[in-house]
């Protein structure tokens, strides 16, 4: 692991592999390629982060990309994640056009820089597939947060880059199920990780969920200094409070009005008590 300018940036073991298998097959200048691109890659989010102040921990550097983790308060809004996950592929575009200017300028040729091209072209599109950890996953995630509670956004944000997972795994043995070759080695291992990544990270929805509420109060400052219209969610006074919570969207702030068995209101309840009773054990709205 290697600090730079405050970040933390690791090679995952499959990074690592990859290095070694490209040394033994004489490979290691395109693998040399391949890291920059992946890294420029990477800082296009860092950049997108910092320009609107958030605050990246580490950055883990994957053959298909890389994973910047960012310090998330409950503030980053949809928008902001869409522009900061499409801030990645952007650098690849402009790697490519800047390559392209230097071939017709003359300075660059040959079969070197058709490699640089398809890799940043490839790295670019892959990382635009709806599955996580991707960046196609997490506008997928952030698109559903506009349209759903939140806890739902997790469940099908989650299903959605499992089935992509298992697709990309069913890809990897197209060819040898046509009589065309083997199978495709390299997106076999990246379909296993994200599949085995995106199974374990499904598992952890009720902490991620938990983590969402306990941040909810930064979100609710920003609602307010924006004058956010509060959405109200209408439950009835025996309906438990984590199903009330899972109707929480991400970009709302919400009033719940309890209602009795007569239909009447009863009680107006700003989130914030609701997410105080839930976090201390209470059963009751």
Known sequence: MIKWRGIAISFHPFFVIIMLLSVLTGHFLELLALFAIVFVHEMGHVFAARMYGIKVISVQMLPFGGVAVMEDAGDITAGREIVIALAGPLQNVLLIGASLLLHVAGMWDGPFLNYFIQSNLLIALFNLLP?????????????????????????????????????????????????????????????????????????????????????????????????????????????????????????????????????????????????SSFLQGSSGA
């Open 131 to 275: 599955i996580l950890p991707l960046d196609g996953g997490k506008i997928s995630q952030a698109l559903c947060s506009l349209a759903m509670p939140y806890y739902a956004t997790l469940i099908w944000s989650y299903r959605i880059s499992l089935l992509f997972s298992a697709l990309l795994l069913a890809y990897s043995f197209l060819p040898l199920l046509l009589g065309l070759g083997g199978m495709q080695l390299n997106l076999l291992m990246i379909g296993l990780f994200l599949l085995y990544s995106n199974l374990t990270d499904y598992r952890n929805i009720p902490y991620r969920f938990l983590r969402f509420l306990v941040n909810r109060d930064r979100s609710f400052s920003r609602h307010l200094l924006t004058g956010t219209l509060a959405q109200p969610i209408v439950a009835d006074k025996t309906k438990p409070l984590d199903h009330i919570l899972r109707l929480f969207k991400r970009e709302k702030y919400h009033f719940v009005y309890v209602m009795n068995h007569q239909g009447n209101i009863v009680a107006v309840v700003p989130e914030q008590r609701v997410i």
